[in-house]
């Protein structure tokens, strides 16, 4: 054990009870930043069947409706979030948007680094580009940090992908959460624009970070302001994705 455990043991970033061994490096494996019961639900999660395609989550590349009107048909995630009030999704969620809690971020990271290695592994050669959807404006100043950025940060640390921050937010909108399809695709519009590191970017292919999806307006949106770079790829990649919205949409 190592002393600063001893003095501080290492809580579960979901449920808060102190982890009862000592964690592993995260990287390493069977390092958790969960207890056995919370982890056991995460992985429950992953395993989830996609009801499109039916494979589990983590290996569904389906993206939400609205994507697909748009013609992006690919979105690469960890699991489904159904909207449950309480759980280890919504927490480790909750916690990356709140918390900065450095063992939490790791962990999401490193977990992401799975599907997604799965699926990039077909452009193996191309030269590859990590960057994110920015986060608002007051929930940035309110909490001092974009966790989506840090996510993509650790992801290129750990998969050696180098991270660009290709995006910028322009324009605040309102909050999302309690907006309509058409009402998120308007209040999205035009509230992203590309910085000057997205010369770089021409002809490569760039994995764009998101937290959770759950229509895809903003998504779809720095999708489309990327594109104004010529990149040869975009593979958008999440968290969870909202299955509610994904399922009233669809049927
Ligand atoms: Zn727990
Ligand atoms: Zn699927």
Redesign the pocket.
């Known amino acids: 054990m190592r002393l600063i455990d001893f003095f501080f043991p290492p809580k579960?970033v979901?449920?808060g009870?102190t982890l009862k061994s000592a964690p592993k490096r995260i990287h390493e494996k069977g390092g958790d930043a969960?207890?056995g019961?919370?982890r056991a639900e995460w992985e429950k999660a992953k395993l989830e069947q996609c009801r499109f395609c039916r494979r589990p989550m983590m290996d569904c590349y389906c993206s939400s409706p609205l994507m697909r009107r748009k013609g992006n048909n690919v979105l690469i995630k960890l699991c489904a979030y159904a909207g449950e009030p309480k759980g280890t999704v919504k927490q480790i969620i909750f916690t990356l948007k709140r918390n900065a809690d450095r063992r939490a971020e790791l962990f999401a990271a490193c977990q992401l680094h799975s599907p997604l290695s799965k699926y990039i592994s077909k452009y193996l050669g191309e030269d590859l580009y990590i960057t994110n959807v920015p986060r608002r404006f007051d929930a940035y100043s309110k909490y001092g940090y974009d966790h989506a950025e840090i996510l993509a940060r650790n992801l290129s640390r750990i998969s050696g992908i180098p991270y660009l921050p290709l995006i910028e937010r322009v324009r605040e909108g309102k909050e999302q959460k309690n907006l309509t399809v058409e009402q998120r695709c308007e209040n999205i519009k035009d509230a992203f624009a590309l910085t000057k590191e997205a010369e770089k970017v021409q002809g490569k292919c760039i994995i764009l970070i998101d937290d959770i999806v759950t229509t895809g307006a903003s998504v779809n949106e720095c999708i489309s302001v990327l594109k104004r770079a010529n990149p040869a790829a975009i593979l958008p990649a999440c968290i969870a994705q909202t299955t509610k919205t994904f399922k009233a949409e669809n049927d």
Request: charged residues 10%.
């Open positions: 579960c979901s449920c009870n969960l207890c019961e919370c």
